[in-house]
């Protein structure tokens, strides 16, 4: 079974920094996606950032600059350094892990993190 625990979320003040952590355990294949969502209240959950097992990144527009994705691939656990942040950015953030066991055209399983939340202040 898959399981991804997350942790980092805090209240900073806008302008500062604050880095979220997610470590997934389980039956991981080789080839991942592991990511980042957010969800402001009330709000569509959006993708932040994500990088392949391969170190292939994106990233939202907005955040694109400020957030830099990361992944330590042997211990399966993903980073989000996020900078320059502002009450935009608030939110409960999930990582998320997405396999690919019938290979990458065919159906794909998604795996979330409990979430975490990052308040920035004004």
């Known amino acids: 079974q898959v399981q991804l625990v997350e942790s980092g979320g805090d209240l900073v003040q806008a302008g500062g920094s604050l880095t979220l952590s997610c470590a997934a355990s389980g039956r991981i294949f080789s080839f991942n996606v592991m990511g980042w969502y957010r969800q402001a209240p009330g709000k569509q959950r959006e993708l932040v950032a994500s990088?392949?097992?391969?170190?292939?990144?994106y990233y939202l527009d907005s955040v694109k600059g400020r957030f830099t994705v990361s992944r330590d691939n042997a211990k399966n656990t993903v980073y989000l350094q996020m900078n320059s942040l502002s009450p935009e950015d608030t939110a409960v953030y999930y990582c998320?892990?997405?396999?690919?066991?019938?290979?990458?055209?065919?159906?794909?399983?998604?795996?979330w993190g409990q979430g975490t939340q990052v308040t920035v202040s004004s």
């Open positions: 990088m392949t097992s391969g170190g292939i990144p």
């Open positions: 998320d892990l997405v396999l690919y066991p019938g290979g990458l055209l065919s159906g794909r399983q998604q795996y």
